[in-house]
């Protein structure tokens, strides 16, 4: 199964009913396609969709994936289109980077009285775990309310416990909301989701991120144990990894929910 198809499996998953979730990517395509439109860029370049693709790394079909609205922009892409299309990156107020110097994005108006939460599946918090596409054998759990309140929320369930510091143990379910919508960029100190694919291998983790010097962010853990002091992962902030590799954040821990 391909990264494309457990892409799509992501975001389709399951809304609760009533719910209107808007794309924040949505500026920022307006953006591409305008500028698609003129075919020009303003030194004289020919603009098209397949150099948009060379410019980010990803196979064609991606990207009209992503100018379709199915495949969300990731932060540090938007800076290579820019640079592809010649053009500064816009200041666009709901889009994934129009943050306030906090690095807060701004606070989405609540769109409706959601309970309940979907739970995606598993997640480590160890080593990296590996998980099943389009998991949806746990029942949901109850929301939890954060300055996020217009935010899709979603959970996980953690097995490991290198996370116990910051009283997420073993059993215990994550709630979170999609990163890149609540954040303008990678921020120190957030405890987030993280997976990782390559091939037909798909892992996750829940981890602390700990920004470091030269572009460095290192995934760590906030455990009792010694054994897990060293970072399980340390990623530059380009988004540029190995060949066939793919990293991404995708969600910033809001929350946890213990089952009795």
């Given at each position: 199964?391909?990264?494309?198809?457990?892409?799509?499996?992501?975001?389709?998953?399951?809304?609760?009913?009533?719910?209107?979730?808007?794309?924040?990517?949505?500026?920022?395509?307006?953006?591409?396609k305008?500028?698609?439109?003129?075919?020009?860029?303003?030194?004289?370049?020919?603009?098209?969709?397949?150099?948009?693709?060379?410019?980010?790394?990803?196979?064609?079909?991606?990207?009209?994936?992503?100018?379709?609205?199915?495949?969300?922009?990731?932060?540090?892409?938007?800076?290579?289109?820019?640079?592809?299309?010649?053009?500064?990156?816009p200041?666009?107020?709901?889009?994934?980077?129009?943050?306030?110097?906090t690095?807060?994005?701004?606070?989405?108006?609540?769109?409706?009285k959601?309970?309940?939460?979907?739970?995606?599946?598993?997640?480590?918090g160890?080593?990296?775990?590996?998980?099943?596409?389009?998991?949806?054998?746990?029942?949901?759990?109850?929301?939890?309310?954060?300055?996020?309140?217009?935010?899709?929320?979603?959970?996980?369930?953690?097995?490991?416990?290198?996370?116990?510091?910051?009283?997420?143990?073993?059993?215990d379910?994550v709630?979170?909301?999609?990163?890149?919508?609540?954040?303008?960029?990678?921020?120190?100190?957030?405890?987030?989701?993280?997976?990782?694919?390559?091939?037909?291998?798909?892992?996750?983790?829940?981890?602390?991120?700990?920004?470091r010097?030269?572009?460095?962010?290192a995934?760590?853990?906030?455990?009792?144990?010694?054994?897990?002091?060293?970072?399980?992962?340390?990623?530059?902030?380009?988004?540029?990894?190995?060949?066939?590799?793919?990293?991404?954040?995708?969600?910033?821990?809001?929350?946890?929910?213990?089952?009795?």
């Amino acid at each position: 199964m391909t990264i494309d198809r457990k892409t799509r499996l992501i975001e389709d998953s399951r809304q609760p009913e009533g719910v209107i979730v808007a794309n924040p990517d949505q500026p920022y395509i307006d953006w591409i396609k305008a500028a698609l439109a003129r075919k020009v860029s303003p030194d004289g370049r020919r603009l098209t969709q397949t150099g948009i693709s060379k410019a980010i790394g990803i196979d064609h079909a991606q990207v009209s994936r992503m100018l379709d609205g199915k495949r969300r922009l990731k932060h540090w892409e938007i800076a290579k289109i820019a640079a592809y299309l010649g053009e500064p990156v816009p200041n666009l107020v709901g889009a994934p980077q129009a943050a306030s110097e906090t690095g807060h994005l701004p606070l989405a108006e609540n769109r409706s009285k959601v309970i309940s939460v979907p739970v995606r599946g598993e997640c480590a918090g160890g080593r990296w775990m590996e998980y099943d596409l389009g998991d949806s054998t746990y029942d949901d759990v109850p929301v939890v309310p954060t300055r996020f309140g217009g935010l899709e929320q979603f959970a996980y369930r953690v097995h490991g416990a290198s996370m116990d510091k910051v009283k997420i143990l073993d059993g215990d379910y994550v709630v979170c909301v999609p990163y890149f919508d609540a954040r303008a960029r990678l921020t120190d100190g957030d405890v987030v989701v993280v997976e990782r694919r390559r091939g037909g291998l798909y892992e996750r983790t829940c981890k602390s991120l700990e920004l470091r010097a030269g572009g460095i962010a290192a995934l760590v853990s906030q455990s009792n144990d010694p054994r897990h002091a060293d970072p399980l992962l340390e990623l530059p902030l380009n988004g540029e990894f190995d060949e066939g590799l793919e990293i991404e954040v995708v969600g910033l821990v809001v929350g946890r929910y213990s089952a009795f």
